[in-house]
């Protein structure tokens, strides 16, 4: 049978290693990101995977659209594929200041971005997802504990685990499953590369942390993989932190 994931905010970080961790499991791959996800299609077609990659900004309901269009005619045409099977909404900004700094228009982005984004992308496709599909809806650690100047990053995180859980009712009678994947400190682009790139913010993290270490990518994507597995086909609603056990 074949199985059909789109991944947004697909062409790099913990987007594009969740997109690499699909194609592994022989999922067929939809990557979506506002530049194009070209660079990880090829590297999923070089292992033996299937892919194609789509424009989409989450911020732009018009873009949305198009990329649902765009969607459907790329896996009528690769794949003969009708639906998606998997949904990840990984796409995500952090825009971080401290109470004094905080604008506006950066509160507005964030939410753009990081709430109102998943949920407009999951009612674009919704007509389009398989009964027994799942979506993964990617939050943060820091909805969990708190740190200086991330007040805004942590509530919409904590806006998107709400309505995860919410829609998890409403979804349930189609047999569909949301749930939500909390990353700890992991070392990525995100933030300009800062935890990537500071080997002292990474010994500062890492000692915070039960496992002693920051996160790699893969060991998020390899997460939310299983989350999308038939082996978790009882989870739906949930949070789950995958973060070394961070702050604890």
Do not use: C
Not at 19 to 42: H, Q, Y
Not at 166 to 190: M, Q
Request: hydrophobic share 45%; net charge negative; aromatic share 4%.
């Amino acid at each position: 049978m074949t199985r059909v994931a789109l991944v947004t905010g697909a062409n790099r970080g913990l987007g594009a290693a969740t997109a690499l961790a699909l194609a592994e499991r022989k999922i067929k791959v939809v990557a979506a990101s506002r530049g194009g996800a070209g660079e990880v299609v090829d590297d999923i077609v070089q292992s033996g995977g299937e892919a194609i990659a789509v424009q989409m900004d989450v911020a732009d309901l018009s873009s949305i659209e198009d990329a649902r269009v765009a969607v459907l005619a790329g896996i009528r045409q690769e794949w003969d594929a009708g639906t998606i099977n998997v949904l990840v909404n990984n796409a995500g900004v952090g825009l971080f200041a401290p109470l004094g700094d905080i604008t506006a228009e950066d509160f507005d982005a964030t939410f753009a971005v990081n709430v109102r984004g998943p949920l407009f992308v999951t009612q674009a496709f919704l007509p389009h997802l398989s009964d027994g599909a799942s979506i993964v809806n990617v939050s943060s650690s820091l909805s969990r504990h708190v740190s200086p100047a991330t007040s805004v990053y942590a509530a919409s995180k904590k806006a998107l685990e709400a309505l995860t859980r919410s829609l998890a009712l409403e979804l349930g009678p189609r047999g569909i499953r949301i749930n939500s994947i909390a990353p700890g400190p992991t070392a990525t682009d995100f933030n300009g590369g800062a935890m990537r790139d500071s080997e002292a913010m990474r010994a500062a993290l890492s000692g915070q942390t039960a496992l002693g270490r920051v996160g790699d990518p893969t060991d998020i994507a390899d997460a939310i993989s299983a989350l999308v597995s038939h082996e978790l086909r009882w989870a739906t609603g949930e949070r789950i932190e995958i973060s070394g056990g961070v702050l604890l």
